[in-house]
């Protein structure tokens, strides 16, 4: 698990491709890896990366096929910088939310601009995942952490402060740039209890059913 508070930007060295997987070398900047061992996870611009191999700096990850198809890696080139977390331990703040680092698609950048220091995106989210994102709620974009301002259908609002855009990728988004997005991991689970709980398909969720399941009083 993680919270989408970026450690560090890293810089993909090496991308290599076995079939339709890849293995990739990562330069993990200033992350300090004196506590990282091999089978350890590092998330990679929101990515849950297994540890195959530590380097002096940095280490090696492979990228399976599903995660390919999901994710940006894909397109990534040698060069291009991402973004680092390690896996929370017991003692972490949780200054973000709980992030598995199961990239569930990809989100496009539909607009970009200043709003006074900070700088304002909206996003186009696939539709099969729009239905998670809610206003004031949580969404991980690339890895960071990030407050959904607005909502308006597929398409949401978000507000980078200078800080989050100088430690991280988000800097560098532009309007067609497209980014790896997980949605909030608390409403794909809700989503599944309350189908189980439906007394039918077409039943849904409702006030009548979040009482009865407990949720609300």
Partial sequence: MFTGIIEALGTLTKIERHGQDIRLTVDSGKLDLSDVKLGDSIATNGVCLTVVQSLKQGYMADVSAETVALTGFARYKVGQKVNLEKALTATTRLGGHMVSGHVDGMAEVMQRQARGKAIEFWLKAPSELARYIAHKGSVTIDGVSLTVNEVDGDN???????????ETTLL???????????????????????????????????MELLARSGFMK
């Fill in 172 to 206: 560098d988004l532009n309007t067609g740039d497209r980014v790896n997005l997980e949605v909030d991991l608390i409403a794909r689970y809700l989503e599944r209890l309350m189908g189980a709980k439906a007394p039918s398909a077409e039943g849904g969720v409702t």
């Fill in 156 to 166: 949401f609002r978000l507000t980078i402060v200078p800080h989050t855009a100088g």
